[in-house]
């Protein structure tokens, strides 16, 4: 399956600053899709990246708390913007990835936020 | 909406023990269902991916079965070890559309 190498894996951060995620992945693919995990919970979709065009957002996320960038087909970022002790979560970027011996999503290690 | 539910929240079982792990979906008009397990901290691991048309899919000691009819998924664990302790999550992709709606998880911790 394709590779995607996340950055930071983990960090802690202080209230009102903010945090750029990044993802890397071995493959050109067409969408890539930024999740996060608040503690104890499941997975929810922030937005899908397209590359040349602004991201999608799910219904509770904006652009302005949640900026995305996509600049080619194997790389985007997130940042966590003007952080508050609610935002800390694990948030992981996800691909659709097909070839002859895989075919599904795949996702990053993810990264641990704390924010104090 | 897609609502995708699991049951049991958490289960301890004996290694050695076959066991089930649930989940259901309210709308049957799936693309396809994934299973991943993410082991704590950590990102998520493919474990297997069922296409709408079909029933089930295997991959050494897993079975994943699919009855979209009733909205429903079963994964198999054969024979269970310590080292499968993790949470197993059940995503579901809709036709028409590229995203991924998660499960609630189930916790296993298989005991030694």
């Known amino acids: 399956s394709a590779v995607i190498s996340q950055k930071p894996s983990r960090d802690i951060c202080q209230r009102g600053t903010s945090l750029t995620i990044q993802c890397q992945v071995d493959?050109?693919?067409?969408?890539m899709f930024w999740y996060r995990q608040q503690p104890g919970q499941s997975l929810t979709l922030i937005a899908t990246a397209n590359q040349g065009s602004e991201a999608t957002y799910e219904s509770g996320f904006v652009i302005d708390k949640f900026p995305i960038s996509r600049p080619n087909l194997t790389f985007s970022t997130l940042t966590v913007s003007n952080m508050s002790p609610e935002d800390s979560s694990i948030y992981l970027c996800?691909?659709?990835?097909?070839?002859?011996?895989?075919?599904?999503?795949?996702f990053g290690s993810g990264t641990r936020l704390t924010v104090v | 909406k897609q609502e995708v539910t699991q049951i049991p929240a958490a289960l301890s079982v004996p290694e050695g023990e076959n066991l089930v792990l649930n989940c259901s979906f309210t709308d049957s008009a799936i693309y396809n269902l994934q299973w991943f397990r993410q082991d704590p901290g950590k990102g998520l691991t493919s474990l297997l991916l069922?296409?709408?048309?079909?029933r089930e899919q295997t991959s050494g000691r897993l079975n994943a079965s699919l009855d979209k009819s009733s909205g429903r998924s079963t994964l198999y664990i054969a024979a269970s070890q310590p080292g499968d302790s993790a949470t197993y999550l059940c995503?579901?992709?809709?036709?028409?559309?590229?995203?991924?709606?998660f499960g609630t998880g189930t916790r296993l911790t298989i005991i030694p």
């Open positions: 995503a579901v992709r809709d036709f028409g559309n590229e995203k991924l709606t």
């Open positions: 069922i296409q709408s048309s079909q």
């Open positions: 996800s691909v659709f990835f097909r070839d002859l011996q895989y075919y599904g999503y795949t």
């Open positions: 493959s050109q693919v067409t969408m």
